[in-house]
């Protein structure tokens, strides 16, 4: 069978409902269905940022930064300081909205974890953010030990 005429370059979710997808070859599909989904995208509040060719990873990402599960980090030169203050603004955003009355002493917080970064002990608030991090690393919280004084033995 050969490819329906009637479909053009651009064309809707309405229209491809109709369409036999066996009479039509595979890459016509693909990019049918990519520019079905850039529509859908593009008429999206939160996921209408996204270039057109976008990635499940990407489509992801937005959608756990719109969730509070993730942050972005757009300052140049942003230095570990930033991150945290960040983190303390994201937190405490999602405790508020959650309807937490009980507050968390970020002080405390620092004093008793590391931030870590692919394994790697974060420790100085005035390095930069790209010494530790790339594009979608993932942040913990590593308890701190008290290290011991080699002098002390």
């Not at 990407?58 to 991150?83: P, S």
Request: net charge positive; aromatic share 6%; glycine share 4%.
């Amino acid at each position: 069978m050969d490819e329906p005429a009637d479909l053009s370059s651009s064309c809707t979710l309405s229209e491809l409902v109709d369409v036999d997808v066996s009479a039509i070859s595979h890459e016509r599909l693909k990019d049918l269905t990519g520019e079905v989904l850039n529509t859908v995208l593009d008429k999206d509040s939160v996921l209408g940022d996204l270039p057109n060719n976008v990635t499940l990873g990407e489509v992801d990402l937005q959608i756990a930064i719109e969730h509070g599960r993730a942050i972005t980090v757009q300052k140049n030169g942003a230095k570990v300081a930033d991150l945290k203050k960040s983190i303390e603004r994201k937190m405490t955003l999602h405790l508020k909205r959650a309807g937490e009355r009980s507050t968390i002493s970020w002080r405390r917080i620092w004093k008793t974890y590391w931030l870590s970064c692919n394994g790697k002990k974060i420790k100085c608030n005035y390095d930069s953010i790209s010494k530790y991090m790339e594009n979608n690393s993932k942040l913990m919280f590593v308890k701190r030990f008290r290290e011991k004084n080699i002098h002390d033995q």
